[in-house]
């Protein structure tokens, strides 16, 4: 390796030689040499390097262009915001995030210990089924517990007819308009990725551990406490940052539920053309944001654990003895509240739908709206992810790593602030790609490049770089080898980020309800408008669809963990 990067600082001093000669000034020798030292004597093709610095440009100038017209919105806007809007808004956000935070990675992490490391009746039918709530939006889930506890729903209903219920307890006391129904439906829909990384690590971690604190004279308990909890920490920090970073990123859930948050606030104000104090609002939740990503940044880096393969053994199944039937309800519990109960709504309606004639053209032109912009969304992800992990994996240094962490700004941003970024530039510097359905895409791309990126890598990286060489050193040049040889070997990982991005896509709600062009619907925008004005019969079908297309990704997820 070392001699081939040796050969390669040689040629390319030949090559400035050649250029430069005595002729070339000798700034122009040092500017050569120190781009060669920039890239440790391998730097990448001028179309590779190009393709890679316009996709980081692309996410972030959204970003970019949200915090200047922020700054830019004067002093009456922060100080009219910062007196009355922003408190209230800080207070919903950061009380919602964290307790949904907190109580799902509780249920996750129960939930995953009971599945894995107890003799739970049907354990493997359980690793399946206590995952499925990923597949199914909060949003939808939201239409879906408004149906069954909604003040017109089937349980006031059945409230009210029983008369002796209402002597004792009075009126109907749930209100799932509060924070309380955007607790529940978050709570239900996001436990899942506590609960399938925190089981990966279950699966893992090393019963050496565990008998030697037995040795020492614990209980299973405290095994649990001074042991295995530690060991589960990364995983717990990973769950964590997913679900606080989607709470903060939600607006169908918290909107249709009418609980106030940024996002939605943000929404509206962008509706009403407040475009100040849209980009004020912003500016804090991108701060938010940061701040959130640099805790887990943190701590992460105080909690590391490692575990030596030469001596590991699998996990013992533990006996839960007269727990079990507790076990049993408590598992079967969240299944149906979580599962059980919304998909048996959707089915419902939906029945109720297609008897009346729902599913017609209608229907099939928003679920071709949904298709067409999501598939070309996945497309360009895929084309675009290639280049920047190549750059990153085969030509390392400061460059391609700044342009591999520009391509994941838009991920960590909730869809709203894309979308506002989007609105700004298309609107000021690209109106004729203004109100099209292309504007939609390239926001996915923003949003979810990241999803194709983690999976071509994963397939790069078991892609020796010596076939790389043997390709160059046939008188290929690099982005013919990337063609021809990379592409074809990890094009199984390229196809299934792009089964990511598309399905991530066709359930995004606030970035395509704020850019879409008039008369241009997706199941998504209707389900949530359906849903808005309580025509259940005719938001169930396209939900339903979106629940049964999002299986794809949950079967690569359980492959992976």
């Known amino acids: 390796m070392r001699r081939n990067r040796d050969s390669r600082n040689k040629q390319h001093d030949q090559q400035n030689a050649k250029v430069g000669g005595e002729k070339s000034p000798a700034i122009l020798r040092f500017v050569n040499r120190k781009w060669i030292d920039i890239w440790n ?62 109580f799902a990675i509780s249920i996750g992490v129960s939930l995953a210990w009971v599945v894995v490391r107890t003799d739970l009746p049907g354990k493997k039918f359980w690793q399946w089924m206590m995952a499925l709530p990923l597949v199914i939006p909060p949003y939808v889930g939201a239409v879906t517990y408004i149906i069954v506890f909604g003040p017109s729903g089937w349980v006031a209903d059945i409230w009210g007819e029983a008369t002796w219920l209402t002597s004792i307890l009075g009126d109907y006391p749930l209100n799932i308009y509060s924070f309380w129904g955007a607790f529940l439906v978050l709570t239900m829909f996001t436990y899942p990725y506590v609960f399938l990384i925190a089981s990966a690590s279950l699966r893992k971690m090393n019963r050496n551990f565990e008998e030697v604190a037995r040795s020492q004279g614990m209980t299973t308990s405290q095994v649990f406490f001074k042991v295995n909890l530690p060991l589960l920490r990364p995983a717990i920090g990973a769950g964590a940052i997913l679900i606080s970073l989607y709470v903060l990123s939600d607006f169908g859930a918290v909107a249709m539920l009418r609980y106030v948050t940024f996002t939605s606030a943000i929404y509206f104000q962008q509706a009403g053309f407040d475009i100040e104090s849209a980009s004020v609002l912003s500016l804090v939740l991108i701060l938010l944001t940061i701040f959130i990503l640099w805790i887990e940044a943190y701590t992460r880096k105080k909690n590391k654990f490692y575990q030596t393969s030469n001596t590991f053994k699998e996990p013992e199944t533990l006996r839960l003895g007269k727990w079990k039937p507790l076990a049993v309800v408590f598992v079967v519990s969240i299944f149906s509240v979580a599962v059980v109960l919304p998909i048996a709504v959707l089915v419902y309606w939906t029945v109720v739908g297609a008897t009346m004639g729902v599913i017609d053209e209608r229907f099939f032109e928003f679920a071709w709206n949904s298709i067409k912009v999501s598939g070309l969304a996945a497309i360009l992800c895929m084309i675009l992810a290639t280049p920047i992990i190549y750059l990153k994996s085969r030509h390392p240094s400061l460059i391609s790593q700044a342009i591999d962490k520009l391509s994941y700004a838009g991920y960590a941003l909730p869809g709203v602030i894309v979308a506002l970024g989007m609105v700004f530039i298309f ?41 790389d060489e043997a390709a160059r050193s046939l008188g290929y040049p690099a982005w013919k080898v990337m063609i021809k040889v990379i592409i074809p070997t990890i094009l199984p990982g390229i196809l299934a980020g792009g089964a990511l991005v598309f399905v991530s896509s066709i359930k995004e709600l606030p970035a395509t309800l704020m850019l879409r062009p008039p008369g241009f619907d997706t199941l998504a925008v209707r389900v949530y408008y359906e849903a808005s004005e309580a025509i259940y019969h005719q938001a169930a079908p396209g939900a339903l669809l979106i629940v049964l297309v999002s299986i794809i990704p949950l079967h690569y997820l359980l492959r992976k963990y």
């Open 41 to 102: 004597g391998n730097p990448p093709g001028t179309i590779l390097l190009f393709i890679g610095l316009l996709v980081a440009l692309i996410m972030s100038v959204p970003v970019i262009y949200v915090v200047w017209r922020s700054i830019a919105a004067g002093a009456d806007s922060w100080t009219r915001l910062l007196g009355d809007r922003i408190p209230e808004l800080l207070w919903n956000t950061l009380s919602l995030t964290a307790a949904v935070t907190f």
């Open 427 to 467: 609107n000021n510097h690209i109106p004729a790609l203004y109100n099209t359905f292309y504007m939609i895409a390239i926001a996915f791309v923003v949003r979810f490049l990241p999803q194709a990126m983690q999976s071509g890598e994963a397939s790069l990286s078991l892609v020796s770089p010596r076939i």
